[in-house]
């Protein structure tokens, strides 16, 4: 159980990234030069080939200039 509800936790983290990435029109190119990862990495990361370690969610949300506190937050309002 604890297990699903991870995961999914991870899934919407990953879902906010990549909606915030679109909103911006960036692609994972750009994404990838201004959070210093690597282009496929970010693509793994979106395409749930990899999952994301806490410092690559903190890298990205930085490029993209959101909160990753916030992204949680949000996320716990919507498992509510």
Not at 46 to 59: A, D, G
Request: charge should be positive; hydrophobic fraction near 35%.
């Amino acid at each position: 159980m604890r297990e699903k509800a991870s995961q999914e936790t991870q899934e919407k983290i990953i879902d906010a990234l990549i909606n915030e990435r679109k909103r911006l029109g960036l692609s994972h190119e750009k994404l990838a030069e201004l959070s210093g990862l690597h282009r496929t990495a970010i693509s793994h990361i979106e395409n749930r080939k990899r999952n994301p370690t806490l410092i690559s969610c903190l890298k990205i949300s930085y490029a993209l200039g959101i909160s990753l506190g916030d992204i949680l937050k949000e996320v716990e309002q919507i498992k509510k």
